[in-house]
Structure formats: C-alpha cells, structure tokens
C-alpha cells in the first residue's frame, strides 16, 4: 500500500487533515449492523444521538425511522424499559431505533454498516423506507457485503 500523494478529503470545504478526531465524529452518524441498545426507556435511547433533544425532536426521528407506530402500540410507549441490549424488540424495531438514534443527531454524513443483512423481508422493506426518507440531502457511505 502506498501513501497518498496527491487530492483531500473535505467536509464543507474543510480538509479532515485540519479537523480533529472528536470533530469529524460530529459530523457523522453511524447505524451498526449490530444495534446496542442501552438498559433505559425508549426515548432516551434515540435521544442518545442528541441528549437534548425534546420530545418532539425523539418523535420526528422516530417517524422518520418508521417506528413511532411500534413504539405506540408499546404500553408505556416511548418511556417502554427497552431491557438489556434491548432484549424486549426484536431485531428490525432495534434497528429502526438506531436509525432514528441516527437521524435525530443530524450529521451530514451516514455510515451504514450492513444494516439490513440480518432482517426478515418486511423489516428490511420499512428500514428501507425509511432510509429512502431520511437521507435525502446527506452524505451516505454504505458497507453491504
């Protein structure tokens, strides 16, 4: 492998040489294959992308991510104990919850890590949809095997 001699990496015109590594993960979201969710409500999972969020911020992303309607079947809704690595969801409601994670933080770029690879058919479909929605306008780098 060589160096690279020549060209740059920018973000809004910034070479990421210039820009320090706490800097660049500001300007990026990321959606793991394997989702980790925290032992804590629903809510204050998605607002891990954005600890100040508000309620209505948490709610938008989570519509976005197409997981409100879940989440409101939920008894106790968004305040739902999501359990140990979220053990109470199933797979693609965990990942609908990182991607919601993801977008309510609204970097500019995206890094998805295989994020559909382990979901049935209709987990895929909405994770899709929303992704299609969410990632207009943004910067979307795509790890698929």
Do not use: W
């Amino acid at each position: 492998m060589g160096c690279v001699t020549k060209g740059s990496i920018t973000i809004d015109g910034q070479n990421i040489k210039d820009i320090s590594p706490d800097g660049l993960t500001i300007q990026m979201s990321v959606v793991f294959q394997d989702v980790y969710l925290l032992n804590n409500s629903i809510g204050e999972n998605i607002k891990v992308g954005k600890p100040n969020a508000t309620m209505e911020e948490v709610i938008s992303a989570a519509k976005s991510a197409q997981c409100h309607d879940f989440i409101m079947a939920l008894p106790d809704g968004y305040d739902a104990l999501v359990g140990e690595s979220g053990s109470t969801l199933s797979g693609g409601e965990k990942q609908r919850i990182s991607i919601a994670r993801a977008l309510i933080k609204n970097a500019p770029i995206v890094l998805l890590d295989e994020t559909t690879s382990s979901l049935d058919a209709d987990n895929e479909l909405e994770i899709n949809k929303a992704l299609d929605i969410s990632m207009k306008d943004k910067t979307v780098i795509v790890i698929a095997p």
